[in-house]
C-alpha cells in the first residue's frame, strides 16, 4: 500500500508494538501528529510541558516497562530540548527512540528558520542517529532504530526527518518485527569454567552489581548466584534494587557515597566479580587503590567497557542473565566461603551507618517513607543529597524500581521520569524523591500531572540550599557558599494548587509516618514540601582523589 511517511512512521510504531509516545507538537512534525490523530485510539499521546520533559518520562517509561521508550519533537529548539534527556538515557543505557522533526530537505543547510544539524548536536550522546534523506528508506530506519536501541548495550536513537519526506508517499509494506533484543555473546565454555575455578579459588570473592543487572532483568539469577556460590554483594546507585537491601549479603553501595561495609569488603576481598557494571569514577575513586589486593573478573554485554577503566584478569562478555544462569547450572553444588561471610557480618556490626545529628531527619523520613509505600513502589529521584539519601535509607527491593540519573546526574530528571513511570504502570504507585534546586528545574510538569491526573507524590526535601554543591563548600572551599543558598521565598503548597495538585506540609516537627499515610490515603497527585535543615549532609563520604577506604564520616568532622 501507499503512504505518505508520516503514516509510515505511525505504522512503523504499530509493528513495534509501540502504545504510548510522549512529545510536544510543532510546524515540523505537524504531517506526523496528523496521522498520530488518526491512530490516537491505538497510541496514546502525552503532551508535556517542555521537551527536556517529553525525553525524561520516555526514559521512565523505558525503564518500568522494558519497552523502547519514544518521544517526539519539533525541529531547532524543540529538538534541541531534547539533548539533556537523551544523555541521560545514554549514559546509564536506557534504550528510546527520539523522532524529530526538520526543515525540508531542500532547505537543509541554509540556516533556515528552526533549522538546527540535530544529528551532529546528538552524535556523541546517542547509540546511533539518522537523517532520513528518501522516503523509501524511512520504514527500514524506523525499524533498524528500535532493534538498535533495545539489543546488546541498550541506548537512544535519534531519527531525524525533513518535513518533506513526512509528506512524500511511497510504497509501505507490513513487517512482522521480533521485539526481543539480540545480544552478542562473545564468551566460550572455557571462559565460563575459568570463571567457577577464580570463585573457587578464591577465599573472600565479593560480587560489584551495577545497572546491567537490571536493565538485563537478571535480579532472580543474580540472587540464585550469590547464594549458590556463597558471595556478598556491593552495588552502584543503578543497581539499587538487584539484590533486596534486607539480604544478608546486601552490603550497601560501592564509592564515594557508599556504605563502609561495602567499601572495606572491595578493599579487603580477593576476587571482585563486577557484573553489569562499568567501573564508574565515583565508585572506583582512586583507580590505583580500588580492589588493589583482588583479581578482577568482569561480566558485561558490552566489549568496549573491558579494561577500559580498571584492567582486568578475566572477563565474559554477553548478555548478564544467560551468562548467570550458566554459572549457576555449570557449578553443580554450592559453594561456601563461610569464614569471610562471618567477617562481613562482622563488619557490619562494626561499621553500621551512624545516624546522629545531620542526617537523622533524612533517616527518619525515607524510613517512614519505607513503612508507608507498599513494597512495588517506584521510586524516582532528582539529583543531589536527596538522591543519596533515597539509595541509602529506603529499603530497595526487586519487586520496586529505584529510578534516577546514575551517570549524567542531571538535576530536573525526576518528575518528568516519574510521570513516564506512572504511564509506565497505572497500578503502581510512584514517588518522586527531589531537593527544592532540582524541582525548580522541572516543576513545570506539574501542569503534564494535573492535566492526566496521574497519582504521583513529588517529596520535596527542602533545605533552601543546592544540598551536596553546599556540602562540597563546607568541607573543601572553607564555607564559601557562592550561589548556593536557595534564599527566595517560594510556596510550593501553592504552586501545587496553582495546577490543581494537592499540597502538604511535613515541618522538622512533624511526624513524617502520618503524613506520607494521608499522601498516600488519597490516590491523586500530591506535593510534600518536606523540611530538612540546610546542613544536613550526606555521610559517608569519600573526598576525591581519596582511596574508598579513606572515608570521612560525621563524628569526624
Request: hydrophobic share 40%; charged share 20%; net charge negative.
Amino acid at each position: 500500500m501507499k503512504l505518505s511517511g508520516a503514516e509510515i512512521i505511525i505504522a512503523c510504531l504499530k509493528e513495534q508494538k509501540v502504545d504510548t509516545v510522549f512529545g510536544f507538537p510543532g510546524g515540523a512534525v505537524l504531517h506526523i501528529y496528523d496521522s498520530l490523530y488518526k491512530h490516537r485510539h491505538e497510541i496514546n499521546h502525552i503532551l508535556t510541558s517542555h521537551e527536556q520533559g517529553a525525553s525524561h518520562a520516555a526514559d521512565g517509561y523505558a525503564r518500568v516497562t522494558g519497552k523502547v521508550g519514544v518521544v517526539f519533537a519539533t525541529s531547532g529548539p524543540g529538538a534541541t530540548n531534547l539533548v539533556t534527556g537523551l544523555a541521560t538515557a545514554y549514559m546509564d543505557s536506557i534504550p528510546m527512540v527520539a523522532i524529530t522533526g526538520n526543515v525540508p530537505t531542500s532547505l537543509l543547510g541554509k540556516d533556515s528558520f528552526q533549522e538546527v544539524d540535530i544529528s551532529g548536536i546528538t552524535m556523541p550522546i546517542t547509540k546511533h542517529n539518522y537523517i532520513v534523506k528518501d522516503v523509501k528508506d524511512l520504514a527500514f530506519i524506523i525499524r533498524e532504530a528500535f532493534d538498535i536501541a533495545r539489543s546488546g548495550r541498550p541506548g537512544p536513537v535519534l531519527i531525524d526527518v525533513p518535513k518533506d519526506i513526512t509528506s512524500d508517499i511511497c510504497e509501505y509494506k507490513e513487517e512482522k518485527i521480533n521485539l526481543d533484543a539480540t545480544f552478542t555473546n562473545k564468551y566460550t565454555s572455557r571462559d565460563l569454567e575459568k570463571t567457577v575455578k577464580m570463585i573457587r579459588d578464591a577465599k573472600n570473592p565479593m560480587a560489584y552489581l551495577g545497572g546491567g543487572v537490571m536493565l538485563g532483568k537478571a535480579q532472580g539469577e543474580v540472587k540464585q548466584f550469590l547464594d549458590h556460590f556463597d558471595i556478598p554483594a556491593g552495588v552502584s546507585l543503578m543497581a539499587y534494587g538487584a539484590i533486596d537491601s534486607a539480604d544478608p549479603r546486601f552490603c550497601g553501595m560501592i564509592g564515594m557515597h557508599g556504605s563502609r561495609v561495602s567499601n572495606i569488603a572491595v578493599s579487603n576481598c580477593d576476587l571482585l566479580i563486577v557484573i553489569g557494571a562499568r567501573f564508574s569514577d565515583r565508585v572506583i575513586s582512586k583507580a590505583s587503590e580500588f580492589a588493589k589486593n583482588a583479581r578482577i573478573l568482569h561480566i558485561d554485554v558490552d566489549p568496549a567497557e573491558i579494561n577500559k577503566n580498571i584492567a582486568t584478569h578475566h572477563h565474559v562478555i554477553g548478555n548478564v542473565k544467560e551468562i548467570l544462569e550458566a554459572l549457576n547450572t555449570l557449578q553443580k553444588e554450592d559453594i561456601t566461603h563461610t569464614q569471610w561471610m562471618k567477617q562481613i557480618a562482622r563488619w557490619k556490626v562494626e561499621h553500621a551507618m551512624r545516624i546522629a545529628g545531620e542526617t537523622k531527619r533524612p533517616y527518619e523520613v525515607l524510613t517512614a517513607l519505607r513503612e508507608v509505600a507498599p513494597d512495588d513502589t517506584v521510586i524516582v529521584t532528582e539529583v543531589g543529597q536527596h538522591q543519596m539519601w533515597a539509595g541509602q535509607f529506603y529499603r530497595h527491593t526487586p519487586a520496586g524500581k529505584f529510578l534516577t540519573s546514575g551517570g549524567l546526574g542531571t538535576m530536573g530528571y525526576g518528575t518528568g521520569a516519574a510521570i513516564g513511570a506512572q504511564f509506565g504502570d497505572l497500578k503502581r504507585r510512584v514517588v518522586n524523591v527531589a531537593g527544592d534546586g532540582s524541582f525548580k528545574m522541572n516543576c513545570n510538569e506539574l501542569a503534564t500531572i494535573s492535566r492526566y491526573r496521574l497519582p504521583v507524590i513529588i517529596l520535596i526535601m527542602n533545605n533552601h540550599t543546592l544540598g551536596m554543591v553546599r556540602q562540597w563548600q563546607t568541607f573543601f572551599y572553607d564555607n564559601r557558599y557562592a550561589e548556593t543558598t536557595l534564599d527566595t521565598e517560594i510556596d510550593w503548597i501553592a504552586l501545587a494548587q496553582a495546577y490543581g495538585v494537592k499540597g502538604m506540609k511535613l515541618t522538622e516537627q512533624d511526624d513524617p509516618k502520618t503524613v506520607l499515610d494521608e499522601a498516600f490515603s488519597y490516590g491523586t497527585p500530591v506535593v510534600i514540601d518536606c523540611e530538612i535543615p540546610i546542613d544536613n549532609k550526606v555521610f559517608p563520604m569519600v573526598a576525591p582523589g581519596s582511596s574508598i577506604e579513606d572515608m570521612i564520616d560525621e563524628v569526624e568532622i
